[in-house]
């Protein structure tokens, strides 16, 4: 899911877009469905790389992916094919587990695919592009990729003391602006007493779990996230276990970003349960679930018992939820090779799944000359894993001439 929504990608090509991808989009987000043609969408949070990259992201955000391969290259013997970018993200849709079952193809029958696509296609009409909304939709509803129940209204809440800094603080913020959002915490709390600043903290929290203004609620959400980043004893466990609680997407997503950055400054103090409950890729938002992931993946690097989670999710049948924990794994063992859990890597390298082994196959050859001894000077700071052996012999020669 993305934003709270069944999020589907639609894969087209930009000469046939106005005509045949725009229409399609706007048919299934008036049912609902967030549908996403990736060169019209800005890039999501966090990512670095090049165009691949964002589309892998969006691609894993996605519950179900489309393509409309139309004729977009006509060689001399009237043979058509459609742009070679459609057929690069099919075959980046079908390295994702969740998404392999979930690809729908629509083609005019005079449009050839390559031998390596599966020929199962249907029916595309360029002249008729509701039809084909309609026909993504019935092939949506035998996956049951149905929109979730709209969240209640919140009920109105009282005025606060501090509203006026609060409405200066929400006041023109885009959500994703946190330089902005940590300059304007800062200067606020900066010049605030102890309990002034408590007080704030106390709105931005009520704007993100009641607000039904969701531009406010989103900004409300990044001011929440920069105080705690500023000093996460502002933001109580209590005040993020009810964010990671609430039925919204947006509060859950601000739970998520909070344990992140408290796992970077404060690993001991994230609760490994409540973590777990937001690493989900399979049943979470994409906004939930990838800071969750990312709060996994910083506190194994400080935490083994944080590995848990991700046994957990490896454990399970949800081919989503296992491609995540082995691409968590790859993220961590180009960080700090030593704190991979080997069993857990040899576990799911031996996975039924072929995509799932073979990326955990590659993590099993990036930390293959990690020693049991790195792995354990990894998480010594926290506390020896082994009993320490005697002292050698040059050691214990300087210990006998001292006494």
Same mark, same amino acid.
């Given at each position: 899911?993305?934003? !709270?929504?069944?999020?589907?990608?639609?894969?087209?090509?930009?000469?046939?877009?106005?005509?045949?991808?725009? /229409?399609? +989009?706007?048919?299934?987000?008036?049912?609902?469905?967030?549908?996403?043609?990736? =060169?019209?969408?800005?890039?999501?949070?966090?990512?670095?790389?090049?165009?691949?990259?964002?589309?892998? +992201?969006?691609?894993?955000?996605?519950?179900?992916?489309?393509?409309?391969?139309?004729?977009?290259?006509?060689?001399?013997? !009237?043979?058509?094919?459609?742009?070679?970018?459609?057929?690069?993200?099919?075959?980046?849709?079908?390295?994702?587990?969740?998404?392999?079952?979930?690809?729908?193809?629509?083609?005019?029958?005079?449009?050839?695919? /390559?031998?390596?696509?599966?020929?199962?296609?249907?029916?595309?009409?360029?002249?008729?592009?509701?039809?084909?909304?309609?026909?993504?939709?019935?092939?949506?509803?035998?996956? !049951?990729?149905?929109?979730?129940?709209?969240?209640?209204?919140?009920?109105? +809440?009282?005025?606060?003391?501090?509203?006026?800094?609060?409405?200066?603080?929400?006041? *023109?913020? +885009?959500?994703?602006?946190?330089?902005?959002? =940590?300059?304007?915490?800062?200067?606020?709390? @900066?010049?605030?007493?102890?309990?002034?600043? @408590?007080?704030?903290?106390?709105?931005?929290?009520?704007?993100?779990?009641?607000?039904?203004?969701?531009?406010?609620?989103?900004?409300?959400?990044?001011?929440?996230?920069?105080?705690? @980043?500023?000093?996460?004893?502002?933001?109580?466990?209590?005040?993020?276990?009810?964010?990671?609680?609430?039925?919204?997407?947006?509060?859950?997503?601000?739970?998520?970003?909070?344990?992140?950055?408290?796992?970077?400054?404060?690993?001991?103090?994230?609760?490994?349960?409540?973590? *777990?409950?937001?690493?989900?890729?399979?049943?979470?938002?994409?906004?939930?679930?990838?800071?969750?992931?990312?709060?996994?993946?910083?506190?194994?690097?400080?935490?083994?018992?944080?590995?848990?989670?991700?046994?957990?999710?490896?454990? *399970?049948?949800?081919?989503?939820?296992?491609?995540?924990?082995?691409?968590?794994?790859?993220?961590?063992?180009?960080?700090?090779?030593?704190?991979?859990?080997?069993?857990?890597?040899?576990?799911?390298?031996?996975?039924?799944?072929?995509?799932?082994?073979?990326?955990?196959?590659?993590?099993?050859?990036?930390?293959?000359?990690?020693?049991?001894?790195?792995?354990?000077?990894?998480?010594?700071?926290?506390?020896?894993?082994?009993?320490?052996?005697?002292?050698?012999?040059?050691?214990?020669?300087?210990?006998?001439?001292?006494?």
């Amino acid at each position: 899911m993305l934003r !709270g929504q069944v999020a589907i990608v639609l894969s087209c090509s930009e000469k046939f877009k106005p005509a045949v991808a725009w /229409p399609v +989009r706007d048919v299934l987000t008036g049912h609902g469905l967030c549908a996403i043609i990736v =060169r019209d969408e800005p890039p999501l949070p966090g990512i670095r790389g090049g165009a691949e990259a964002n589309t892998g +992201r969006y691609l894993d955000a996605a519950s179900a992916f489309v393509a409309l391969c139309t004729a977009d290259h006509e060689l001399s013997d !009237g043979t058509k094919y459609p742009r070679a970018s459609i057929i690069d993200e099919i075959h980046l849709a079908c390295t994702r587990p969740h998404l392999r079952d979930r690809c729908q193809v629509l083609r005019p029958p005079d449009v050839l695919l /390559p031998s390596d696509i599966n020929p199962t296609y249907d029916c595309l009409d360029v002249a008729a592009p509701a039809v084909a909304a309609d026909v993504i939709l019935s092939q949506l509803r035998q996956w !049951g990729l149905v929109p979730g129940p709209a969240s209640p209204p919140a009920a109105p +809440r009282p005025a606060a003391a501090e509203a006026g800094d609060v409405n200066a603080l929400v006041a *023109g913020l +885009r959500p994703d602006d946190h330089d902005e959002a =940590r300059r304007r915490i800062y200067r606020l709390l @900066r010049d605030r007493a102890t309990d002034q600043r @408590r007080q704030i903290v106390r709105e931005l929290h009520g704007e993100v779990m009641e607000s039904d203004d969701q531009a406010r609620k989103l900004a409300a959400a990044s001011l929440l996230e920069a105080a705690s @980043r500023l000093d996460h004893a502002l933001v109580s466990i209590e005040m993020v276990e009810t964010l990671a609680t609430h039925p919204g997407y947006v509060a859950r997503s601000c739970a998520a970003n909070v344990l992140r950055d408290r796992a970077t400054v404060a690993p001991c103090d994230v609760p490994v349960d409540m973590l *777990g409950r937001l690493a989900s890729p399979s049943v979470e938002d994409w906004f939930v679930w990838a800071p969750a992931m990312a709060a996994v993946q910083e506190l194994v690097l400080h935490r083994r018992d944080a590995y848990v989670i991700l046994e957990s999710l490896a454990a *399970g049948a949800d081919l989503h939820d296992r491609h995540a924990v082995a691409q968590a794994l790859l993220e961590v063992a180009e960080v700090q090779p030593a704190a991979v859990d080997r069993d857990l890597a040899g576990h799911l390298a031996s996975d039924p799944d072929p995509l799932i082994a073979a990326k955990a196959q590659q993590v099993m050859a990036a930390i293959e000359h990690v020693t049991d001894r790195d792995h354990a000077d990894c998480y010594r700071r926290f506390g020896p894993l082994t009993p320490l052996g005697p002292p050698n012999a040059d050691v214990a020669s300087a210990l006998a001439e001292v006494s």
